[in-house]
């Protein structure tokens, strides 16, 4: 088991140019995003509402409610981006959990979205096998 960690780390440090070194990671980075993922908001919630209650930890930079393209319904989630990533970290610990409008809000730090093709998930051979590597 350690020789197969072992193995997919290096396999993951190494910089060899490959058609797979440019596929994008979703993992945490070191530094968090300005931009908050809101889920868990109320039909009646609106970007007012939403700014004004993230407004207090810091300059609030822009807020979307995701909005349903048939019935113009909010779907219950939205983003809130900051300036400063201080203040989206400040304010993803002190909102997490907390309610607006009757609902408790589920805050998470926004992934990057991707566009075009299909999302690709690499394998790797042989995980298992660790007889062809030196250890």
């Known amino acids: 088991m ?3 960690l072992m193995f997919l780390a290096r396999r993951a440090t190494t910089t060899l140019h490959s058609p797979t070194s440019s596929w994008r990671c979703y993992c945490a980075s070191s530094s968090p995003t300005t931009t908050l993922f809101v889920g868990g908001l109320s039909w ?7 700014k004004d209650a993230f407004s207090s930890f810091g300059e ?3 807020v979307r409610i995701i909005y349903d393209k048939d019935s113009g319904r909010s779907r219950g989630f939205g983003f809130v981006s900051f300036c400063r990533g201080d203040d989206a970290v400040n304010a993803k610990d002190a909102m997490d959990g907390k309610a607006l409008l009757g609902r ?8 990057g979205r991707v566009r075009g ?9 042989n995980i298992g096998d660790t007889s062809g590597c030196t250890t």
Do not use: Q
């Open 60 to 62: 609030v930079a822009e």
């Open 44 to 50: 009646s919630a609106d970007e007012k509402s939403l």
């Open 104 to 111: 408790p809000l589920r805050i998470n730090f926004a992934l």
């Open 117 to 125: 093709g299909p999302v690709v998930v690499p394998r790797l051979p």
């Open 2 to 4: 350690k020789s197969t």
